[in-house]
């Protein structure tokens, strides 16, 4: 695994891929090369060709949220797309994303 150098940010690359390898086995998907960035409003993306992006503000999400968009990134690996089989991917490691959605959509990115 290449973890990218867009952002320095050392904690948040420690703190992705450690969750990168823990969490993929049980969505039984593999990655491509994985970058830090400085988004303003995203907290993560998915591109085809398996390449995951994560923003460096992902460090200060308590751990539930932090899990939720790596998931939810990983499980873009398999559909990319929000079909019930995409949001079935989520559910089967984390039952309850919907509040965890919820969630992160109530906190604010800050800068």
């Known amino acids: 695994m290449r973890i990218g150098r ?3 940010s050392g904690s948040a690359r420690a703190l ?3 969750r990168l390898v823990a ?3 049980a969505l039984g998907v593999a990655y491509g090369r994985v ?3 400085a988004q303003k409003s ?6 085809r060709a398996g390449n995951l992006n994560f923003n460096y503000k992902l460090q200060f999400l308590p751990p539930r949220l932090q899990d939720y968009v790596i998931v ?4 873009h690996l398999r559909e990319h797309n929000h079909s019930a089989r ?3 991917a989520v559910a089967g490691v984390l039952p309850n994303w919907r509040s965890l959605r919820r969630e992160l959509r109530e906190t ?3 800068y």
Do not use: T
């Open 6 to 8: 867009c952002f320095p």
């Open 16 to 18: 992705v891929a450690s």
């Open 23 to 25: 969490l993929a086995p």
């Open 35 to 37: 970058a830090i960035r």
């Open 42 to 47: 995203c907290w993560g993306s998915c591109s």
């Open 72 to 75: 939810h990134e990983l499980a």
């Open 86 to 88: 995409f949001w079935a």
């Open 108 to 110: 604010k990115m800050l």
